[in-house]
């Protein structure tokens, strides 16, 4: 069984960090391509950064300079790393992995920015 446990969400105020892990079990995200989604209230889910094979990385336009993907194969566990967190960086974050075609993700976890 697949699972992706997101984790590391808080409330933070602007101008502040905050580091996401997502913790995969029975896949490896070393043979995946990895992405970080968040959805703000009202609003649908959106992208916001992916490692894919060859450890390449992409991010929207929104956070480029701000946020780092990454992965650490040893512990199987995918990692966004914000800085520089503005108010509308608030939403719920998720995990996505898609592993020989299919499609997981994991449950969220609410990042609150404060002005």
């Known amino acids: 069984q697949v699972q992706l446990v997101e984790s590391g969400g808080g409330l933070v105020q602007a101008g502040g960090s905050l580091r996401l892990s997502c913790a995969a079990s029975?896949?490896?995200?070393?043979?995946?391509?990895a992405y970080w989604y968040r959805q703000a209230p009202g609003k649908e889910r959106d992208f916001v950064a992916s490692v894919r094979s060859g450890d390449w990385t992409n991010y929207a336009d929104s956070v480029k300079g701000r946020f780092t993907v990454s992965r650490d194969n040893a512990k199987n566990t995918l990692y966004l790393q914000m800085n520089s967190l503005k108010p509308e960086d608030t939403g719920v974050y998720y995990c996505?992995?898609?592993?020989?075609?299919?499609?997981?993700w994991g449950q969220g976890t609410q990042v609150t920015v404060s002005s």
């Open positions: 996505r992995a898609i592993h020989v075609n299919k499609i997981y």
């Open positions: 029975g896949i490896s995200f070393s043979a995946s391509d």
